[in-house]
């Protein structure tokens, strides 16, 4: 089933298959309910090829935030899952496990801990803990990652160009030549 509706691609289901499937795991294995915790962080700075940055400026959190409270799984999405079919033709997921997401399909059972946006931040330390049931902190994951993580680097380049502008102001180039702004 295709469908036009944009809203698919960035409501419930702006996540990857593989959060739903182990979703419905923990559901079929009865510990979805069961209290978990993860934590976002990063590995490195970004590389910019000479060099490396030597900090990273968080962000994204205000929009993270405001989707999680935003987002509820509706019919058209149940149904979307509802259609998607494995290699021999069977429900990749089950009506048990749809009808369970019908009920249970928001983040508002989620606790977001995270460093305010525009603080400085460094590898291997906690930006975001996320914390409830197992199955929604499972198909919050690649949202999260998706929504924080490139606001993080946009938000970095836009620091590292501005302390290479040593504060002043920005350089506008066009037909008629370089000007300072």
Not at 20 to 38: C, D, K, N, S, W
Not at 100 to 110: E, I, N, R, T, V
Request: aromatic content about 10%.
């Amino acid at each position: 089933m295709v469908t036009s509706d944009n809203n698919l691609a960035r409501g419930f289901l702006f996540t990857d298959h593989y959060e739903l499937t182990m979703a419905q795991l923990y559901f079929r294995a009865g510990i979805h309910e069961t209290p978990a915790q993860f934590d976002h962080f990063f590995r490195t700075y970004p590389d910019y090829g000479s060099h490396q940055a030597g900090h990273c400026i968080n962000a994204g959190l205000e929009w993270l935030l405001g989707w999680m409270q935003a987002t509820r799984i509706r019919t058209e999405e149940i149904e979307q899952l509802a259609a998607l079919r494995d290699g021999a033709g069977g429900q990749v997921f089950k009506d048990d496990f749809l009808q369970w997401l019908g009920q249970h399909g928001h983040f508002q059972a989620l606790e977001v801990t995270a460093i305010p946006e525009g603080r400085v931040v460094h590898p291997h330390e906690p930006l975001t803990i996320v914390r409830g049931p197992l199955a929604m902190a499972q198909m919050l994951e690649s949202a999260l990652l998706n929504r924080l993580n490139y606001q993080t680097l946009v938000a970095t380049k836009a620091a590292r160009i501005r302390a290479a502008g040593r504060g002043g102001g920005w350089l506008w180039i066009s037909a008629c030549g370089a000007r300072r702004i």
